[in-house]
């Protein structure tokens, strides 16, 4: 995984909830890496993995919380970055119906060696789109919680379920993201 998803956790650990309790996870999981990322670099998963489960413990939420949540925050982070990719899209299910055509496209020209999942709509319609979501890291919940983050970018509330998961058994998950 690219350092620029660890350093993003770094600083959501420490914006969130202080740099006390980074240190205490690194401590925890003394990772290879010391800690110490470059945006560029790739990381290995099981270093993230091993991050996350810290998280959980440190404060007492779920996988599925942490991932959520710093999927939301994650989002304004690249959002931040990369600004052209939702002025290119103004509307909120054109952006998510977009993401591996241009927005993983894009990334993958800039890093050949980038490990992206796959995020592409099987179904769209005026209110509800449903996203394939394969990845070998099996992190949905970070697409979710992505999924929540662009929501609140475009000020619009949805719904969000999953069919089909790979936390289920499936090979695949389906993401149902809806309008209310």
Same mark, same amino acid.
């Given at each position: 995984?690219? @350092?620029?998803?660890?350093?993003?956790?770094?600083?959501?650990?420490?914006?969130?909830?202080?740099?006390?309790?980074?240190?205490?996870?690194?401590?925890?999981?003394?990772?290879?890496?010391?800690?110490?990322?470059?945006?560029?670099?790739?990381?290995?998963?099981?270093?993230?993995?091993?991050?996350?489960?810290?998280?959980?413990?440190?404060?007492?939420?779920?996988?599925?919380?942490?991932? @959520?949540?710093? @999927?939301?925050?994650?989002? @304004?982070?690249?959002?931040?970055?990369?600004?052209?990719?939702?002025?290119?899209?103004?509307?909120?299910?054109?952006?998510?119906?977009?993401?591996?055509? /241009?927005?993983?496209?894009?990334?993958?020209?800039?890093?050949?060696?980038?490990?992206?999942?796959?995020?592409?709509?099987? +179904?769209?319609? +005026?209110?509800?789109?449903?996203?394939?979501? +394969?990845?070998?890291?099996?992190?949905?919940?970070?697409?979710?919680?992505?999924?929540?983050?662009?929501?609140?970018?475009?000020?619009?509330? /949805?719904?969000?379920?999953?069919?089909?998961?790979?936390?289920?058994?499936?090979?695949?998950?389906? /993401?149902?993201?809806?309008?209310?």
């Amino acid at each position: 995984m690219k @350092g620029a998803v660890f350093i993003a956790l770094n600083d959501f650990v420490e914006t969130l909830y202080g740099i006390d309790r980074w240190e205490a996870i690194l401590a925890e999981v003394n990772p290879e890496s010391g800690g110490v990322y470059t945006s560029v670099q790739n990381y290995d998963d099981a270093e993230m993995v091993a991050l996350v489960h810290a998280i959980c413990k440190q404060l007492g939420v779920t996988r599925a919380q942490a991932l @959520g949540i710093f @999927g939301e925050y994650l989002f @304004g982070v690249l959002n931040t970055k990369y600004p052209i990719f939702t002025s290119l899209q103004p509307d909120f299910f054109k952006f998510l119906a977009c993401v591996e055509s /241009i927005v993983h496209t894009e990334v993958r020209k800039l890093f050949s060696d980038v490990k992206l999942p796959l995020i592409v709509p099987v +179904e769209t319609g +005026e209110h509800k789109i449903v996203l394939r979501y +394969e990845s070998d890291r099996q992190m949905c919940e970070l697409a979710e919680g992505l999924i929540h983050g662009a929501a609140k970018f475009y000020d619009v509330t /949805i719904k969000m379920r999953q069919g089909c998961c790979y936390h289920q058994g499936d090979d695949h998950c389906l /993401i149902e993201v809806m309008l209310v």
